[in-house]
């Protein structure tokens, strides 16, 4: 019986390398990897030529908003944001939404809203507050893939942050995987009204950032947790993580593109699209976060796709104290790590171990992020060579407000597929996905 689907491309990102190879689906999922040339009988073969082929990009930073804030976001066009830029597994975060996912009631309403709206599979994160510590593992048990905290203050009030205290109980409330926004509060400065990006980036400085990470994993060390630190800025922080994991202490990290990419020398004044909370540091910091996923010590980069409506960004006024600090990137993370990472010698087999199989394996999902049969035939044409400069007209989240708008990159992706099939606008295929790969159909 022939195959569903078979896509050829001299440049298949394998687990074990880049080659030439044929990826055979049936029934959505990869059934087979041939040579590039052998045959095998199908209902559709395609040949990509020399424009590569990915598997999908598991995202698992994802602030969808809806309900609650789907003026913000939704589900609708963050999902078809995501496959447009090659993602097809997101993980959606406990706030932003109302009401957040902090109790299984709120995740119901949470899988409520989604359903049928998606075209990328998407699963959930829990979050830990102030006293739901009780509810935490009815909600691990209701599939969550671990739980949320912030160490300083969120930016929405129906998502306080936890003390250190509060974190350890937390944490042994369920033996979870805890992903921690980690700024130190004491730290942290009130950003006066100024529309220049060095005062904001001087009231979020980066030892915020390195004690924060520093006490967290002192907590995960002695309550014997699993902890991952989100959206790492500071690469000062970084030492502090490889001594932790040379110690045995289960703790990773991940950093987001817009500190892989942009920096704080080149943000105009007024700017205040590239406003995000940790901020977009310097140059030198850059390289070392390069550095640091180089030898492993960060083992993802996910968007943290936080949108918001183009009034709360303070267009007017340029005003970065008023802004909403978040960056909305999943449609461009691909393209902006590519060009960034070629330029810096990495190659393609790199960025999908930070973007696919890195995030897959930190929620758990051995089906998602690697061509290898038995795997969800999730795959990307991504055509590395075209340079461009980006239209934010092109983008596919509710707001095309975006710090890229004009910058040249380079690649393009050409088509995503989920579990075999092409994402298209009008027929969204994704579904809700919980932890231990039970699947809400």
Known sequence: MPVDLV???????????????AIAVG??????VADYREHVPATVDSDLGNVALLPGLVDTHVHVNEPGRTEWEGFATATLAAASGGVTTIVDMPLNSLPPTVDPAALAVKRRAAAG???????FWGGAVPGNQQVMPDLYAAGVFGFKAFLADSGVPEFP??????????????PALFVVHAEQPDQLMAAASSTRYRDFLASRPAAAEIEAVTAAIDVARRVGARLHILHLSAAGAVPVLAAARRAGVPVSAETCPHYL???AEEIPDGATEFKCCPPIRQRDNQDALWAALADGTISCVVSDHSPCPPALKAPDTGDFA??????????????AIWTEAR???????????WMCQGPADLVGLPTKGRLVVGADA???????????????????QRHPITPYAGRRLTGIVRATWLRGAPVTPDAPRGRLLSREGTVDR
């Open 343 to 353: 330029r810096r010698g990495f190659a393609l087999g790199d960025v999908v171990r």
């Open 117 to 123: 709206q998606c075209h990328v599979d998407v699963g």
């Open 7 to 21: 896509l050829r491309s001299r440049r298949t990102v394998l687990p074990d390398g880049e080659r030439p190879a």
């Open 378 to 396: 999730d795959l990307v044409a991504f055509d590395p060579a075209p340079s461009y400069h980006v239209d934010p007209a092109r983008l596919r």
């Open 27 to 32: 029934d959505g999922r990869i059934v087979a």
């Open 161 to 174: 942050p936890l003390d250190t205290g509060q974190l350890a109980a937390a944490l042994a409330a369920v």
């Open 261 to 263: 990419t942009l920096a």
């Open 322 to 335: 008023a802004a909403w600090g978040g960056i909305a990137s999943v449609q461009m993370g691909l393209p």
